[in-house]
């Protein structure tokens, strides 16, 4: 009877750690997320664009873009391919050296002084930064943004885009502009 007790846990075991296996082997992608002083440090020997999730602890939204659209497995996998992604709290209180310029936090807003510089003053969570291989702002989005809708933006920056039409022409082709 022991033995067939024992037998019997053994299988179950076995059972268990299979369907885990599996289980873990569909898992879906996830982002790479980087701080801004190793996406720079990347930048240099291997220039890609930058792509900076700006979030606050607090923030519902941002807690729900992750869920929702960061953990799809072609947004994280697009992100992980042609950017580096960066998520930055936006009231951090590290001092921050960016493109060779030293942000603290501002006690008197609240914020970061890189999130105040790249979001233009405009605070708003989430909000997402495209900046290009020169350290150079491309553009700043705000607010939640699910797959389907953020799927087209990193396309057009990813692919440069940007630099052969406008973004109403770029929809106007879309998706079968799509080049992976």
């Known amino acids: 009877m022991r033995k067939l007790f024992i037998g019997i846990l053994i299988a179950l ?9 599996i289980a873990n082997s569909g898992s879906k992608a996830t982002v790479k997320w980087y701080s801004i002083g190793e996406a720079q440090a990347l930048n240099t020997t291997a220039p890609r664009k930058i792509f900076i999730d700006m979030f ?7 807690k729900v873009l992750d869920k929702n659209t960061f953990s799809e ?28 310029h030293t942000f603290n936090f501002s006690p008197e807003q609240k914020s970061h002084e890189l999130a105040i510089a790249m979001l233009q003053g405009k605070m708003s969570y989430p ?13 700043m989005l705000q ?38």
């Open 56 to 62: 606050t602890t607090w923030c519902g939204w941002c």
């Open 13 to 21: 075991i076995s059972l268990t750690t299979n369907a885990q296996t």
């Open 143 to 180: 607010g939640y943004l699910p797959p389907e809708d953020l799927r087209p933006i990193l396309v057009f920056f990813a692919q440069e885009e940007y630099k052969k039409m406008t973004w109403q022409d770029f929809m106007a082709q879309w998706p079968g502009i799509l080049k992976q």
């Open 127 to 139: 909000s997402m930064v495209f900046v290009d291989e020169n350290l150079q702002l491309l553009t």
């Open 73 to 100: 497995p072609d947004i994280a996998q697009y992100l992980n391919t042609y950017f580096y992604p960066v998520k930055f709290d936006a009231e951090g209180k590290e001092p921050i050296v960016f493109n060779g």
